[in-house]
């Protein structure tokens, strides 16, 4: 079955290449006139920056395109010294921030023409213009022309060249950043994190600024997130000075209430975190405007340290000395004779799997079954209270249930095949699904549409995650912006993690895992073995056993 309306992280041939006309780049030079040095200026955190040379005389052109694909990896000043391999008239509107190809196949350059080569590559990834970063399913051969003219002083130059730049995985990861760009969810409450990638630059606060007044990448549109900036809002200038961040804003700022202007100063504030900034002061034309006050929305969540779930017959936080007891929780729990469970945020409620569905167990109230279909998931709770749950087999069957019963169906076509996982993410903006088909493992980010009174109305544009093809077994959420995947490969089972909107990287095997379960970030991650083993993920690499025995863990929100 195909799926029409399901953005992918992963891209499709044809429309990959059309972005040949956006996207210049040729084979990778793994060597070349380059070095780094120290930023000497102080208002960017004394970054690394590359520094490359220009053109030599008497270059020939296949040279000269070897040294300009080198001199991509020096993206200061606007890649000031990449520009000096281009004429005069094409050096102005080259744009190497259009997009970033990123492939590790270097190629020897063909003439197709007197003045004119020739590349192919084979393309891993991309970075688009506004900083999003998409991983291909299987990599794209992708062939790109470049046309040379000789200047006044008989030297070849770049006449023609698509726009952007090519580096390698490790050249982008060594002059590339991943940066999360804050937005609110609609209840005002969190934070939600929209990673984006730029160059490790002096002028990286003012990018993020700029990016993050364009707004939310396209699978946080429609009302899953929010800002709080007006519409056309433009930045001016970005200073930093001893961890304060002086960001001046065209005038639509002013004409907002001072409430709107505090969440846009608490936006700014976590979007700029990373670049050491710990106050935000915002002006208008050079001049301080006044801010509101309000309760700081949170955008680190953490939960206990210690793994839930139920171990010979008890529910509670499990340590060496057995379950430590939940008040209002374990005892109800424990009599529904649970299955599976996710503990709700501060443990004052529970979503608990037994054999006749789903109950929803709050610590000061009696138990309730909403859900009573047979063959369920582990249930997930979301922060505003409701249930969520989906009959495994059916991939259309997901169903948010308010506290007093009440369904609310959810629409999701884009969906195939069993259904292995369901989370809501803890700030309540996101559903994560993993399932597996006859086209293989997905798992798939989609927004939370909600109306004002928090309740559940639909789902965003779904983004689906580049996972491989081994069997998903399960997944979890790490933190706001990264989900772990456990994965059968061959006797033993692997851990990935998955940055939404960036990279992924291998968690190492542990034998026979067969459930998977988030904690404070990677650290956090918990695997049961088959036989009720828990494992965690050691600093040596490997996965260890924490010597608790478990019926099952249960997911903490």
Known sequence: MSRPTLRRIRMTAALLAGLVALTGCAGIPTGGP???????????????????????????????????????????????????????????????????????????????AEGSLRLTVNVQAFVNSTGNYSELAKPEAQSLDYEFAKNADGEWRIASAPAGILLSTTQFATTFGAYPLYFFEPSGAFLVPDVRWFPDTASRPERIVTELLAGQSTWYQNGVLVTAFPSGTKVQDVTIDSGTASVDLSSEVAAQPADARWRMQQQLVASLALGDVSSVQLTVGGLPIEVGSGTKPEWV????????????????????????SIPGISSTVEGLVPLGATLGRDATSAAVRTASGAWLVPADG???????????????????????????????????????????????????????????????????????GDAGPAVTIVGIVRDADGVPVGLGEPLELVVGEAPL?????????????????????????????????????????????????????????????????????????????????????
Request: hydrophobic share 40%; no cysteine.
């Open 301 to 324: 969540l953490s939960v206990s340290s210690s793994p839930a779930g139920l171990a010979d017959g008890s529910f509670g936080f499990l340590s060496a000395g057995g379950a430590r």
């Open 366 to 436: 009696d138990p309730a079954l909403l859900d009573p279909r047979s063959g369920i998931v582990d249930p997930g709770l979301d922060v505003q209270g409701y249930l969520w749950s989906a009959v495994a087999a059916d991939p259309h069957s997901i169903v948010a249930y308010a506290a007093d019963g009440t369904p609310h169906p959810l629409s999701t076509p884009y969906l195939e095949g069993e259904i292995r996982a369901l989370h809501v993410s803890r700030d309540g903006s996101r559903l994560l699904v993993g399932t597996q």
């Open 473 to 557: 077994l399960d997944a979890t959420w790490v933190d706001a912006s990264t989900v772990a995947v456990l994965s059968q490969e061959g006797d033993e089972t692997r851990v990935d993690l998955y940055r939404i909107g960036g990279r992924h990287e291998s968690y190492g095997t542990v034998a026979q895992g067969v459930q998977l379960v988030g904690g404070n970030l990677a650290d956090g991650l918990r695997v049961r073995g088959a036989d009720g083993t828990v494992w965690r993920h050691s600093a040596s690499g490997g996965w260890q056993s924490t010597g608790l025995v478990v019926s099952f863990l249960a997911t903490l929100q």
């Open 34 to 112: 380059v070095g780094t040095a120290q930023l000497s200026s102080g208002d960017d955190g004394g970054d690394l920056v590359t520094i490359a040379e220009g053109p030599q005389p008497g270059a020939s052109p296949e040279q000269l395109l070897a040294n300009f694909l080198t001199a991509q990896r020096a993206p200061s000043g606007d890649y000031s010294v990449a520009r000096l391999f281009l004429t005069d008239e094409f050096r102005t509107v080259w744009s190497p921030t259009e997009r970033v190809l990123i492939s590790n196949s270097p190629t020897t350059p063909t003439a197709v």
